[in-house]
């Protein structure tokens, strides 16, 4: 398929550096006076804002890379995010390839910036990325994916709390206290999860693309993704018929599509086997604006719970 | 001059602020052919094709179907572009870039008839295009190009015929074929013009001859145009002659 | 597999027998409008109207408007602003093409940027003939038809026009109005394809079965059916190619297209040394 080129990409992003990171900076600068004592953190994306919030509350201010709607997966950074960067105290993201333009930005940062990989982070280990069906899998290659089983995400938590502690040691204190909190919102998550999936006639799951592979290994579920790591890795017509002989030799029910992408792929293979399709949200986007007002990381994994209980015709 | 078929009174084209064309009148009368003479970019195919209706222009032009051989209640004027004008490259056949004449006015969204077949086919054996009638129109020599243009013109069945510089790059033998047949057209009663660069041909042809550079320099019998003191020579036109 | 296997097996998905006629479909109107583009030199204006088509596109998601239409506006601005390049700007023409259709294409990148899903109207905009619906195959049928019959109906005024432009205005033809129909027709067919098939299977598909066709008949209407017969055939073949060699649809089919183009130079080459000896 033919995409917006990717010097074409990057044209438009050097221009905006040009046309706005000028008045961002300045505007970066003036607002910043109401807290002047507030960290200022780089987040790449949702999930990692998410915790970024979560552990720092009101000591810090969060600035995502990544725009609503945006593609994260290869992401190319407009001027808005650089200036961003380039004001940065901590800057949190996920490397692993996830966005390579954030690792490039990063790398190119002073010393001076506090940044941490979360994916290299303790209690982090990666899964291998997923093999598409009938193809073997890339060598080396690990899946990002990383914030969709809860557990990991406390661990995320610990080392985001870390990162803050070290940046600001005045109110260590503060970030710990939080992170305790945060914690337990996340094992509350993980039993409330655990407890929906335990007992399920169906263990596959049919999903838009290889986002569930952390969820399904937590869980004790087999992913059969549609596209590949990223949403632009669609599958050839060989690959689509053997996903729709797997997933109704499985008796799957329920294709599972995502937030933020075109359901067309989920609907081939949901009519070719007569199921139903149900959202099963990847949390790639902030879920107040991709979903509606109010939804969180924490409001939206559960309702994925619910989902997938309905769908995995579960006890 | 009460018998001409088409008539222009004060005729001027400008292309932007140039003045391809300057108050010309001239008239064309039944039975007549006409060479129109001048030196490049002296306006000979501005002046046809303003006459053709194919430009803008101030001025005049009118036609006048009393006039004709065969009235029929409308001058019909066909007009024969320089021959670098079409797509040769075009996947048809000789046969059907003729028919292409047949297409008037308000039907023309309709396929060939049966008539069509019958004044295409009269006009491409009247040019000799019978056995090449299948060809792909790009296979053509330039001679036969040329009868092409012609042929089409003819399957218009017009009353005045306009040709723009037929002769450019024919060898000797097709330029007098072609003379010849325009020649016969004009006995026949049609109104030839033809826009020419030999003036031993416009002589040897032509009843009258029209010698033009923007303006009208000159418009009578050829042989008094284009005499050694007439108007021509001091163009340096008669040189060639 | 035998034969039979290899053409019916990948027929048993019903997304395989969309994919398949939407591709047929594709297959017969693009090359029968392709021919009008070649013939007319205008090649690199349907290529470019393909990226202008992404800011018609842009726009018409983000007012929320038809994509079909605004594609369509978008293929018609172009073709005005080349139009007033070539004439008012005096710019060659093919510099016009180029300048016009690249400044739309990034118009349309902007505008992708900054809508609210940039995410989901890439996925509009470039098709997939996997995942064509129902819906889009009442559309890429209604298409051909339209193109067909325009074809058939018009074909003298079609031939006439493009033969010989100016002699056709001397009959009173409106060569105006033909050559907007032929630059709206050329893109109903990019802005259609392009959201079903693909962009790339879309263009390919307008100009190279048109081409190979041209190479091996010199007869309009023989060229006609063999272009609609080998884009066809080439979106049939590559569909089932694809399918087989587990490759992406789009690229198979215009490979193939191209590969046609390649055959009949050859076809034609050999004709000629025969003729020779």
Not at chain 1, 134 to 150: I, S, T
Not at chain 3, 244 to 254: Q, S
Not at chain 3, 264 to 270: E, Q, S
């Amino acid at each position: 398929m033919v995409r917006v080129p990717e010097p074409v990409r990057r044209l438009v992003a050097a221009l905006s550096v040009l046309l706005f990171a000028g008045p961002l900076v300045a505007c970066g600068r003036a607002s910043a006076e109401g807290g002047d004592q507030a960290v200022r953190v780089v987040a790449n994306f949702y999930p990692v804002e998410f915790l970024a919030r979560l552990v720092g509350g009101d000591a810090v201010t969060v600035t995502g890379l990544t725009p609503a709607g945006a593609e994260p997966h290869d992401l190319a950074l407009d001027g808005k995010a650089m200036a961003a960067l380039a004001d940065a105290d901590v800057v949190l993201y996920l490397g692993a390839g996830f966005q390579p333009d954030v690792e490039r930005a990063v790398a190119a940062l002073p010393e001076s910036v506090h940044r941490v990989d979360l994916l290299s982070a303790p209690g982090v280990g990666l899964l291998p990325a997923p093999a598409a069906l009938g193809k073997e899998p890339l060598a080396g290659g690990n899946d990002p994916h990383v914030w969709l089983d809860p557990v990991r995400m406390k661990a995320m938590a610990a080392a985001v709390t870390d990162a803050y502690a070290a940046v600001d040691p005045g109110a260590g204190e503060r970030y710990r206290a939080n992170l305790a909190a945060a914690q337990g919102d996340l094992d509350g998550l993980d039993a409330t999860l655990r407890g929906q999936l335990a007992s399920c006639r169906q263990k596959t799951i049919v999903t838009s693309h290889a986002a569930f592979g952390y969820l399904a290994d937590r869980y004790g579920l087999r992913q059969v993704p549609i596209a590949g790591l990223s949403p632009d890795a669609e599958p050839d017509a060989k690959t689509l018929a053997e996903i729709t002989d797997v997933a109704r030799a499985a008796g799957v029910g329920t294709v599972f599509f995502e937030e933020a992408l075109p359901p067309k792929l989920a609907e081939t293979v949901a009519a070719a086997i007569g199921a139903r399709i149900d959202l099963l949200a990847a949390l790639e986007f902030d879920p107040s604006e991709a979903i509606g007002a109010g939804q969180d990381y924490l409001s939206v994994m559960r309702a994925n719970g619910q989902r997938l209980h309905a769908g995995l015709d579960c006890a | 001059m009460s018998s001409a078929i088409l008539r222009c009174q004060r005729l001027t084209v400008r292309y932007g602020p140039t003045v391809a064309v300057e108050a010309v009148d001239l008239a064309l009368t039944a039975g007549e052919m006409v060479a129109l003479v001048g030196r490049n970019g002296a306006g000979k195919s501005t002046l046809l094709r303003a006459l053709a209706g194919l430009t803008g222009h101030e001025g005049t032009v009118v036609r006048d179907p009393r006039a004709c051989q065969h009235p029929r209640g409308e001058v019909r004027v066909a007009y024969v572009p320089q021959r670098a004008t079409p797509r040769w490259d075009m996947p048809i056949s000789v046969r059907r870039a003729v028919t292409a004449g047949r297409l008037p006015p308000g039907r023309r969204w309709r396929r060939a008839a049966r008539t069509d077949g019958r004044v295409g086919g009269g006009a491409l054996a009247r040019l000799d295009l019978t056995e090449l009638a299948a060809r792909p129109v790009g296979a053509l020599s330039g001679g036969q190009a040329q009868r092409l243009l012609l042929a089409r013109a003819l399957a218009q069945e017009p009353d005045v015929l306009l040709l723009d510089e037929p002769c450019d790059g024919l060898d000797v033998a097709s330029v007098a074929a072609l003379v010849g047949t325009l020649r016969q057209l004009a006995d026949a009663g049609m109104a030839v013009c033809c826009a020419m660069h030999e003036l031993r041909l416009a002589r040897g042809a032509c009843n009258r001859v029209i010698a033009i550079d923007r303006s009208v320099l000159a418009d009578g019998p050829a042989d008094q145009v284009l005499s050694p003191g007439g108007v021509a020579a001091l163009f340096g036109l008669a040189g060639a002659a | 597999m035998s034969g039979i296997a290899w053409l019916v097996e990948p027929m048993s998905y019903p997304f395989m027998q969309r994919a398949a006629v939407g591709t047929l479909a594709v297959g017969v109107a693009a090359p029968v409008a392709g021919v009008w583009a070649t013939s007319r030199r205008l090649v690199y204006l349907t290529d470019a109207m393909g990226h202008a088509i992404l800011a018609g596109v842009a726009a018409a998601a983000l007012l929320g408007a038809s994509l079909l239409v605004g594609g369509l506006t978008a293929a018609l601005v172009m073709a005005l602003l080349v139009a007033l390049l070539v004439v008012r700007a005096r710019l060659p023409e093919d510099s016009a093409i180029g300048v016009a259709g690249q400044g739309l294409f990034a118009l349309g990148v902007i505008g992708v940027s900054v809508s609210s899903q940039p995410r989901a109207l890439s996925h509009v905009l470039f098709g997939n003939p996997l995942t064509i619906s129902s819906a889009d195959v009442a559309a890429v049928i209604a298409l051909s038809v339209i193109v067909v019959a325009a074809v058939a109906v018009c074909l003298p005024v079609l031939v006439a026009t493009t033969f010989d432009p100016v002699h056709a205005r001397t009959l009173a033809v409106r060569t105006g109005l033909v050559d907007t129909a032929v630059i709206v027709g050329l893109g109903l067919v990019v802005v259609v394809g392009l959201t079903t098939v693909g962009v790339l299977m879309a263009l390919t598909l307008c100009i190279a079965p048109a081409t190979a066709a041209r190479l091996l008949s010199a007869r309009v209407t023989r060229v006609l059916f063999l272009a609609g017969s080998l884009g066809a055939s080439a979106g049939l073949a590559g569909l089932l190619a694809s399918y087989h060699l587990g490759l992406p649809a789009g690229p198979v089919v215009a490979v193939l297209a191209v590969a046609e183009v390649a055959a009949a130079v050859l076809a034609r080459t050999c004709l000629r040394r025969r003729h020779a000896n």
